[in-house]
Structure formats: C-alpha cells, structure tokens
C-alpha cells in the first residue's frame, strides 16, 4: 500500500504559477508510475500527465504541453506538478495518482492509489 498526500493548492491569479507536491509513504514510490488529474465540480476527472518510474520521460496529454510540468524525486518519495500561465479554466481540485502499470497510463482506472485532493483557485 502507499498513501499521497498533495499540498501546495491554494488561491493564485491568473497568469501565475503553482507547484503542487504529492508525497508518498508505505510502498516505495519508486515502483510506481505517478500520474496527475484534476476535477472541476460537476465535470469528470480530467488527466493531465504522468511520469514513469525514473523520472526520465513525463508525458501530457495535449492540452496540457507546455502549461505543466512533472517531475518526481524517488529519494524524497515525492512528485510535483509545475503550473505557470494559470488561466480561470484551470480551477479545479488536483490530483496525484499512482500506478504499478508497466506504462503510463493515460486513464483513472490503472491508477490504484489516489490523494485526497488539493484545491487550486485561479482568479481573473
């Protein structure tokens, strides 16, 4: 078992930046492929990237290049999420996630373990 915990939401203007941490404790994250999601109420879960094990080869879904950034430190036990240019859309309650998938997955359902959630508020 491994258990995230993000941190780092918070209220930022439009046109800002956030770092978002997830940090894991139990099994050793390093086994594990991170993915990062976000939620906006009344909307599904939306996927926004992932990294793989080594922390060598992130990956974004389209909409989110260039905007976000992810990395991982598997000494630290943690992953960020990097956000600059933040615009009103990207409201929403974030997400880390992790897998035991040999790739990154690009959907909820490969990922077994979840944060609880960090809120991110950007005001235009």
């Known amino acids: 078992q491994v258990q995230l915990v993000e941190s780092g939401g918070g209220l930022v203007q439009a046109g800002g930046s956030l770092r978002l941490s997830c940090a894991a404790s139990?099994?050793?994250?390093?086994?594990?492929?991170v993915g990062w999601f976000r939620q906006d109420p009344g909307k599904e879960r939306e996927y926004i990237g992932g990294?793989?094990?080594?922390?060598?080869?992130?990956y974004y879904t389209d909409s989110m290049k260039g905007r976000f950034s992810i990395t991982r430190d598997n000494v630290a036990a943690t992953a960020a999420l990097q956000m600059s240019n933040l615009e009103s859309e990207d409201t929403a309650v974030y997400y880390c996630?992790?897998?035991?998938?040999?790739?990154?997955?690009?959907?909820?359902?490969?990922?077994?373990?979840w944060g609880q959630g960090t809120q991110v508020i950007v005001s235009s």
């Open positions: 990294i793989d094990r080594s922390g060598g080869f992130p």
């Open positions: 996630a992790a897998s035991r998938a040999a790739l990154v997955p690009t959907t909820e359902a490969p990922y077994g373990y």
């Open positions: 139990g099994r050793s994250l390093s086994t594990l492929i």
